[in-house]
């Protein structure tokens, strides 16, 4: 049993059931997406500061706080490292690594509604492998299940391509027992911003 379920639903920040948390994770992940395709960050942080001024919950204040650093790190290290939005698969890499699963989807949504045959199903495995950590962290066991075996099948037939970006081996082998620590693929980012271990 997840320890979610054992916690009071006031102290958590559920997506799935509160549309105030949808809300903001929603403007949050589409600000960073803008930010990092823009180059400016100052929106995000206005957005986070719009919304740690007005009257929010623990659990989403605590959201709020927590993204914006991961955001910044996020930011920098794509800025610094010149990326635009055509270098879609070292951002990828990168917002997976900071545990920012949600945020992947959001990256990789824009660039799957632009694509075709392969290169699409490409973007659907990983984003699917994304939604089955979204899923893991909210307590959402059976629905991790089932997205991680579609993310798994997808990531085996366009294991080909994928293996230039990322080791896919490595993302199998954490999927196909849903591992609850996802895997990491880039030493790159700044050290001491990464959380957890893989």
């Not at 790190?73 to 939005?85: D, V, W």
Request: net charge positive.
């Amino acid at each position: 049993m997840n320890a979610n379920q054992h916690a009071n639903p006031v102290d958590l920040f559920d997506p799935f059931t509160s549309r105030a948390c949808r809300q903001v994770r929603n403007d949050l992940a589409h600000g960073l997406v803008s930010a990092i395709s823009t180059r400016n960050f100052d929106p995000v942080a206005k957005l986070v500061h719009n919304y740690l001024s007005g009257s929010i919950t623990v659990p989403i204040r605590r959201y709020l706080i927590d993204r914006r650093e991961r955001y910044r790190t996020i930011f920098e290290y794509t800025r610094a490292a010149g990326y635009t939005n055509a270098d879609i698969w070292p951002i990828t890499i990168a917002l997976w690594d900071e545990l920012l699963f949600f945020e992947v989807h959001e990256w990789l949504e824009q660039a799957w509604h632009q694509s075709r045959g392969t290169e699409r199903g490409c973007y659907q495995a990983v984003i699917r492998a994304a939604g089955a950590y979204i899923h893991l962290e909210a307590g959402r066991s059976a629905a991790a299940v089932q997205l991680a075996a579609k993310a798994a099948d997808g990531l085996s037939r366009h294991r080909n391509i994928l293996a230039g970006y990322f080791d896919v081996s490595r993302m199998l082998d954490k999927l196909e027992p849903l591992d609850p620590v996802p895997p990491k693929f880039s030493p790159s980012l700044p050290a001491g911003s990464r959380t957890g271990a893989g």
